[in-house]
Protein backbone atom coordinates (compact mmCIF):
# COMPACT_ATOMS: atom_id res chain seq x y z
CA UNK A 1 0.00 0.00 0.00
CA UNK A 2 1.50 3.37 -1.29
CA UNK A 3 0.38 7.01 -0.55
CA UNK A 4 0.78 8.33 -4.10
CA UNK A 5 -0.38 11.83 -3.64
CA UNK A 6 -1.54 13.83 -0.44
CA UNK A 7 -1.88 17.12 -0.73
CA UNK A 8 -4.28 20.35 -0.32
CA UNK A 9 -6.67 19.23 -3.46
CA UNK A 10 -5.71 15.37 -3.57
CA UNK A 11 -5.11 12.27 -2.06
CA UNK A 12 -4.32 8.84 -3.83
CA UNK A 13 -3.86 5.81 -2.09
CA UNK A 14 -2.79 2.57 -4.23
CA UNK A 15 -2.37 -0.43 -3.15
CA UNK A 16 -0.26 -3.63 -5.98
CA UNK A 17 -0.39 -6.82 -4.46
CA UNK A 18 3.07 -7.41 -5.42
CA UNK A 19 3.45 -10.98 -2.92
CA UNK A 20 0.02 -12.29 -4.22
CA UNK A 21 1.32 -11.63 -7.72
CA UNK A 22 4.03 -14.09 -7.19
CA UNK A 23 2.64 -16.16 -4.71
CA UNK A 24 -0.09 -17.17 -7.79
CA UNK A 25 3.16 -17.29 -10.39
CA UNK A 26 5.02 -19.69 -8.07
CA UNK A 27 1.75 -21.70 -7.78
CA UNK A 28 1.33 -21.65 -11.13
CA UNK A 29 4.46 -22.54 -12.18
CA UNK A 30 4.71 -25.47 -9.95
CA UNK A 31 1.76 -26.97 -11.34
CA UNK A 32 2.94 -26.72 -14.81
CA UNK A 33 5.95 -28.30 -13.79
CA UNK A 34 4.05 -31.27 -12.38
CA UNK A 35 2.41 -31.91 -15.54
CA UNK A 36 5.31 -31.53 -17.68
CA UNK A 37 7.12 -34.17 -15.97
CA UNK A 38 5.03 -36.44 -14.79
CA UNK A 39 5.73 -39.49 -16.56
CA UNK A 40 4.23 -43.09 -17.96
CA UNK A 41 5.86 -46.09 -19.12
CA UNK A 42 6.05 -49.09 -21.72
CA UNK A 43 7.78 -52.18 -21.55
CA UNK A 44 7.16 -53.69 -25.33
CA UNK A 45 8.73 -57.08 -25.95
CA UNK A 46 9.02 -59.33 -29.13
CA UNK A 47 10.17 -62.71 -29.30
CA UNK A 48 11.42 -64.54 -32.37
CA UNK A 49 13.11 -68.27 -31.59
CA UNK A 50 16.27 -67.71 -29.73
CA UNK A 51 16.19 -63.92 -30.47
CA UNK A 52 13.94 -60.97 -29.49
CA UNK A 53 14.34 -57.63 -27.77
CA UNK A 54 12.47 -55.29 -25.77
CA UNK A 55 11.89 -51.80 -25.71
CA UNK A 56 10.98 -49.35 -23.18
CA UNK A 57 9.71 -46.18 -23.23
CA UNK A 58 9.51 -43.52 -20.39
CA UNK A 59 7.41 -40.91 -21.75
CA UNK A 60 6.33 -37.36 -20.31
CA UNK A 61 4.69 -33.74 -21.69
CA UNK A 62 8.01 -32.72 -22.91
CA UNK A 63 10.00 -35.69 -23.63
CA UNK A 64 10.39 -39.29 -24.52
CA UNK A 65 13.49 -41.49 -23.66
CA UNK A 66 13.40 -45.20 -25.45
CA UNK A 67 15.95 -47.91 -24.53
CA UNK A 68 16.31 -51.14 -26.63
CA UNK A 69 16.94 -54.18 -24.65
CA UNK A 70 18.31 -57.50 -26.38
CA UNK A 71 15.87 -60.19 -24.87
CA UNK A 72 18.95 -62.29 -24.07
CA UNK A 73 20.41 -60.00 -21.67
CA UNK A 74 17.30 -59.26 -19.76
CA UNK A 75 17.49 -61.78 -16.53
CA UNK A 76 14.75 -60.59 -14.29
CA UNK A 77 12.38 -57.98 -13.01
CA UNK A 78 11.85 -57.08 -9.49
CA UNK A 79 10.10 -54.52 -7.22
CA UNK A 80 12.64 -52.44 -5.23
CA UNK A 81 11.69 -49.66 -2.41
CA UNK A 82 12.53 -46.26 -2.56
CA UNK A 83 15.41 -45.77 0.38
CA UNK A 84 14.88 -42.01 0.25
CA UNK A 85 11.46 -43.26 1.98
CA UNK A 86 11.59 -43.86 6.03
CA UNK A 87 8.27 -45.20 6.13
CA UNK A 88 9.58 -47.58 3.25
CA UNK A 89 5.58 -47.33 1.49
CA UNK A 90 6.68 -46.32 -2.10
CA UNK A 91 7.94 -49.34 -5.06
CA UNK A 92 8.87 -49.39 -8.35
CA UNK A 93 10.16 -52.34 -10.51
CA UNK A 94 14.00 -52.42 -11.71
CA UNK A 95 14.88 -54.71 -14.62
CA UNK A 96 17.40 -56.78 -14.17
CA UNK A 97 20.06 -57.31 -17.42
CA UNK A 98 23.77 -58.84 -17.74
CA UNK A 99 25.32 -55.41 -17.18
CA UNK A 100 22.75 -53.51 -15.20
CA UNK A 101 19.74 -52.60 -13.30
CA UNK A 102 17.01 -50.47 -15.50
CA UNK A 103 14.35 -48.80 -13.41
CA UNK A 104 11.03 -49.22 -15.02
CA UNK A 105 9.50 -46.09 -14.00
CA UNK A 106 11.51 -42.88 -12.93
CA UNK A 107 8.80 -42.79 -10.23
CA UNK A 108 7.90 -44.40 -7.36
CA UNK A 109 4.49 -45.58 -6.42
CA UNK A 110 2.53 -46.29 -2.78
CA UNK A 111 0.83 -49.34 -5.09
CA UNK A 112 2.54 -52.28 -4.61
CA UNK A 113 0.47 -54.87 -5.47
CA UNK A 114 0.58 -53.04 -8.96
CA UNK A 115 4.26 -53.01 -9.14
CA UNK A 116 4.05 -57.03 -8.09
CA UNK A 117 1.64 -57.47 -11.01
CA UNK A 118 4.19 -55.92 -13.24
CA UNK A 119 7.15 -57.47 -12.32
CA UNK A 120 5.02 -61.10 -12.50
CA UNK A 121 4.11 -60.26 -15.84
CA UNK A 122 7.78 -59.35 -17.24
CA UNK A 123 9.39 -62.50 -15.18
CA UNK A 124 6.28 -64.57 -16.62
CA UNK A 125 7.40 -63.49 -20.31
CA UNK A 126 11.01 -64.15 -19.07
CA UNK A 127 10.36 -67.89 -18.28
CA UNK A 128 8.12 -68.60 -21.11
CA UNK A 129 9.93 -69.29 -24.72
CA UNK A 130 6.58 -70.42 -25.89
CA UNK A 131 5.06 -66.30 -24.94
CA UNK A 132 6.10 -64.29 -28.45
CA UNK A 133 4.61 -60.82 -26.93
CA UNK A 134 4.59 -58.52 -24.28
CA UNK A 135 3.56 -55.29 -23.85
CA UNK A 136 3.16 -53.72 -19.98
CA UNK A 137 2.49 -50.49 -19.05
CA UNK A 138 2.33 -48.25 -16.12
CA UNK A 139 0.58 -44.57 -16.57
CA UNK A 140 -0.15 -43.02 -13.53
CA UNK A 141 -0.19 -39.38 -15.07
CA UNK A 142 -4.01 -38.89 -14.66
CA UNK A 143 -2.90 -37.54 -10.63
CA UNK A 144 -0.11 -35.39 -11.60
CA UNK A 145 -2.70 -34.11 -14.03
CA UNK A 146 -5.16 -33.43 -11.88
CA UNK A 147 -2.86 -32.01 -8.74
CA UNK A 148 -0.83 -29.52 -11.47
CA UNK A 149 -4.36 -28.39 -12.54
CA UNK A 150 -5.11 -27.70 -8.99
CA UNK A 151 -2.11 -25.87 -8.10
CA UNK A 152 -2.36 -23.73 -11.73
CA UNK A 153 -6.25 -23.45 -11.19
CA UNK A 154 -5.49 -21.97 -7.17
CA UNK A 155 -2.32 -19.60 -8.98
CA UNK A 156 -5.12 -17.96 -11.15
CA UNK A 157 -7.90 -17.67 -8.43
CA UNK A 158 -5.55 -16.01 -6.55
CA UNK A 159 -4.38 -13.39 -9.05
CA UNK A 160 -8.26 -13.09 -10.36
CA UNK A 161 -9.76 -12.49 -7.48
CA UNK A 162 -7.52 -11.51 -5.07
CA UNK A 163 -4.63 -10.16 -7.00
CA UNK A 164 -6.23 -6.43 -8.06
CA UNK A 165 -4.82 -3.19 -7.75
CA UNK A 166 -6.50 -0.97 -5.82
CA UNK A 167 -6.47 2.58 -6.23
CA UNK A 168 -8.80 5.20 -3.87
CA UNK A 169 -8.88 8.47 -4.91
CA UNK A 170 -9.97 12.16 -3.31
CA UNK A 171 -10.71 15.27 -5.40
CA UNK A 172 -11.14 18.18 -3.45
CA UNK A 173 -11.44 20.05 -7.58
CA UNK A 174 -13.55 17.29 -8.86
CA UNK A 175 -15.56 16.98 -5.51
CA UNK A 176 -15.52 13.11 -6.12
CA UNK A 177 -14.00 9.76 -4.31
CA UNK A 178 -12.87 7.52 -6.68
CA UNK A 179 -12.74 3.73 -5.72
CA UNK A 180 -10.42 1.45 -8.78
CA UNK A 181 -10.31 -2.39 -8.85
CA UNK A 182 -8.78 -3.83 -11.39
CA UNK A 183 -8.20 -7.33 -11.56
CA UNK A 184 -6.70 -9.64 -14.95
CA UNK A 185 -10.30 -10.28 -16.15
CA UNK A 186 -12.12 -7.05 -15.10
CA UNK A 187 -12.21 -4.27 -13.41
CA UNK A 188 -15.16 -2.18 -11.12
CA UNK A 189 -14.98 1.58 -10.50
CA UNK A 190 -17.59 3.69 -8.03
CA UNK A 191 -17.97 7.32 -7.44
CA UNK A 192 -19.61 9.72 -5.23
CA UNK A 193 -19.54 12.80 -3.99
CA UNK A 194 -16.86 14.37 -0.94
CA UNK A 195 -19.78 15.98 0.29
CA UNK A 196 -21.19 12.49 1.37
CA UNK A 197 -18.72 10.97 3.07
CA UNK A 198 -19.31 12.17 6.39
CA UNK A 199 -16.92 10.02 8.44
CA UNK A 200 -13.96 7.17 8.15
CA UNK A 201 -14.49 4.10 10.30
CA UNK A 202 -12.49 0.46 10.67
CA UNK A 203 -15.31 -1.35 11.37
CA UNK A 204 -15.77 -4.84 12.75
CA UNK A 205 -17.94 -7.82 10.97
CA UNK A 206 -18.15 -11.30 10.94
CA UNK A 207 -17.35 -13.30 7.73
CA UNK A 208 -19.47 -16.49 6.29
CA UNK A 209 -17.05 -18.97 9.47
CA UNK A 210 -18.46 -16.03 11.87
CA UNK A 211 -14.84 -15.02 12.38
CA UNK A 212 -14.52 -11.43 13.02
CA UNK A 213 -12.27 -9.09 10.50
CA UNK A 214 -11.88 -5.94 9.71
CA UNK A 215 -11.74 -3.01 6.74
CA UNK A 216 -12.12 0.37 6.28
CA UNK A 217 -15.11 1.69 5.31
CA UNK A 218 -16.96 5.29 4.64
CA UNK A 219 -19.81 6.43 6.52
CA UNK A 220 -22.40 8.16 4.33
CA UNK A 221 -24.66 10.62 5.00
CA UNK A 222 -27.40 8.46 4.53
CA UNK A 223 -26.07 5.86 7.33
CA UNK A 224 -24.76 3.29 5.33
CA UNK A 225 -20.87 2.10 5.44
CA UNK A 226 -19.10 1.77 2.07
CA UNK A 227 -16.17 -0.76 2.44
CA UNK A 228 -12.81 0.66 0.18
CA UNK A 229 -10.33 -2.24 1.43
CA UNK A 230 -10.29 -5.49 1.11
CA UNK A 231 -11.17 -7.72 4.07
CA UNK A 232 -8.68 -8.77 6.80
CA UNK A 233 -6.25 -8.00 4.37
CA UNK A 234 -2.25 -7.79 6.26
CA UNK A 235 -0.95 -5.54 3.23
CA UNK A 236 -2.88 -2.61 4.27
CA UNK A 237 -2.16 -0.34 7.17
CA UNK A 238 -5.86 0.42 7.91
CA UNK A 239 -5.07 3.01 10.78
CA UNK A 240 -3.07 4.74 8.08
CA UNK A 241 -5.71 4.99 5.55
CA UNK A 242 -8.32 6.10 7.44
CA UNK A 243 -6.21 8.32 9.44
CA UNK A 244 -5.17 10.02 5.88
CA UNK A 245 -8.72 10.22 4.64
CA UNK A 246 -9.65 11.89 7.76
CA UNK A 247 -7.31 14.60 7.96
CA UNK A 248 -7.40 15.17 3.96
CA UNK A 249 -11.48 15.70 4.93
CA UNK A 250 -11.12 17.44 7.83
CA UNK A 251 -13.26 14.97 9.76
CA UNK A 252 -12.17 14.96 13.12
CA UNK A 253 -15.06 12.21 14.69
CA UNK A 254 -13.85 8.94 15.61
CA UNK A 255 -16.88 5.87 14.84
CA UNK A 256 -14.70 2.64 14.80
CA UNK A 257 -15.72 -0.37 15.31
CA UNK A 258 -19.73 0.01 14.09
CA UNK A 259 -21.73 -3.01 12.38
CA UNK A 260 -22.46 -1.22 8.87
CA UNK A 261 -26.09 -0.96 7.82
CA UNK A 262 -27.65 -2.74 4.92
Not at 52 to 79: Q, W
Not at 222 to 232: E, N, R, W, Y
Amino acid sequence: MDIVEYNRIKLTIRHRPLLLWLLSSVLAAVGLGVIAFQGGSALTCQRTGQMGSCELVNSRLVEAEVRTIPLDSLRDASVEIDPRNESNDTYRVVLLTRSAAIPFTSDYSADSNQQESIASQINAFIMNPSKTSLNVRQDDRWFGYLFGSLLIGVGLFVATQKGKVVTLSFDKVRDRMTLKQRGLLRGTTIELPLAEIVDVTIETIRDAKDRQIERVALVLNSGKHLAITPDADPFWDYKKVAHCIRLFLNLHSEQSGKTPQI
